[in-house]
């Protein structure tokens, strides 16, 4: 069973720049980017707080009661019948304040099994959820962030389920467009696991990040450090056995690159450059590691759209639709 679980999730760590060098740990799906907008930037952000709502699942610091009454919902598709749905939604209570609320699923699909002979033992489906709820709070140029999650995983009929925290916090400049963030992942326990013998390690994150647009320059840039709980761990190709990852190697693997090329107010083109995902998935004709994509503005509705290449012939794309329900249903109502 633990050796299913690393390849299911060594699945998700190849087809996303969220590696975490291996599959050392379990719930992968987490880092896995929840909307296409940020797979385009390269999956990771810690700092760039928009109008999108789907950020907060990346930093809680990041949606604020700016966005209450914003709805979103997105798809992307993987190779084979690999999936991730994600819903997302801000909504301001008189009582409590605004609160966003979250759902990821990822679908592995049909897999085929084996017994420890090798002989098939039948096809299963499997899948991994988790629910959130976050809240934030502004002070001046501070705010500080806090998603609560439920995750629950079903791998081959056995289950797995965490309750999980993220605290992030971001500084907004109050005279420039500059955004700093951090923010600490996945932080909690096991609540039931998959068997007596399973041993579940929870992929605890810390990540920090920059976001700065020039003020005369159509374009807005960000560069995310992450899997700082590691900061020794990188990627060394086996089949290269006298090329070892030097220091400035192993920096730069834990570096993503996000850019949004700001053509017209509602028009963005969107880039990411994620340099794990590179050297993993890099041979001799194809180099992963570059994303893009691009997002559009109408009338109340946001769409995005993701393209992220494996080699040649394969990619994930990643589509989602956000609308301000204020104007379509809630007429600025409060609970």
């Not at 760039?48 to 907060?56: G, K």
């Not at 992220?308 to 104007?327: E, H, I, P, R």
């Amino acid at each position: 069973m633990r050796k299913l679980y690393l390849i299911l999730a060594g699945i998700i760590i190849t087809f996303q720049c969220l590696a975490q060098f291996g599959g050392k740990r379990s719930y992968q799906f987490l880092n896995v980017p929840a909307s296409a907008r940020m797979a385009a930037l390269g999956a990771v952000n810690v700092s760039l707080a928009d109008r999108d709502v789907n950020f907060f699942f990346s930093n809680p610091a990041l949606v604020t009661d700016s966005l209450a009454g914003v709805g979103s919902a997105g798809y992307t598709f993987y190779v084979g019948d690999i999936g991730q749905a994600a819903f997302a939604y801000t909504h301001d209570f008189k009582s409590a304040g605004t609160i966003s609320f979250g759902v990821q699923h990822v679908g592995y699909g049909e897999i085929q099994g084996y017994d420890a002979t090798g002989i098939e033992t039948g096809s299963f489906k499997s899948g991994e959820t988790a629910l959130v709820v976050s809240k934030s709070h502004t002070a001046g140029a501070f705010t500080l962030g806090v998603n609560v999650k439920g995750v629950f995983s079903s791998i081959a009929g056995y289950r797995s389920s965490a309750v999980l925290a993220d605290i992030g916090g971001t500084f907004r400049h109050p005279n420039q467009d500059l955004t700093v963030g951090l923010v600490f992942k996945n932080m909690g326990w096991v609540v039931s696991d998959y068997s007596e013998s399973s041993e579940t390690k929870i992929p605890v994150d810390v990540q920090a990040g920059v976001t700065f647009k020039p003020k005369h320059m159509p374009i807005r840039l960000s560069v995310a450090a992450y899997n700082l709980v590691n900061p020794g761990d990188a990627y060394d190709n086996p089949d290269e056995e006298d090329d070892d990852v030097g220091t400035l190697g192993k920096v730069m693997q834990h570096v993503n690159f996000g850019a949004e090329i700001l053509f017209h107010k509602n028009v963005n083109v969107l880039l990411g450059y994620n340099v794990l995902k590179q050297t993993e998935l890099k041979t001799e004709n194809h180099g992963g590691g570059i994303t893009f994509g691009a997002s559009f503005r109408i009338k109340a509705f946001d769409i995005a759209i993701s393209r992220t290449g494996y080699n040649v012939s394969q990619a994930s794309y990643g589509f989602t639709v956000a609308a301000d329900l204020n104007k379509m249903i809630f007429k600025k109502r409060t609970l």
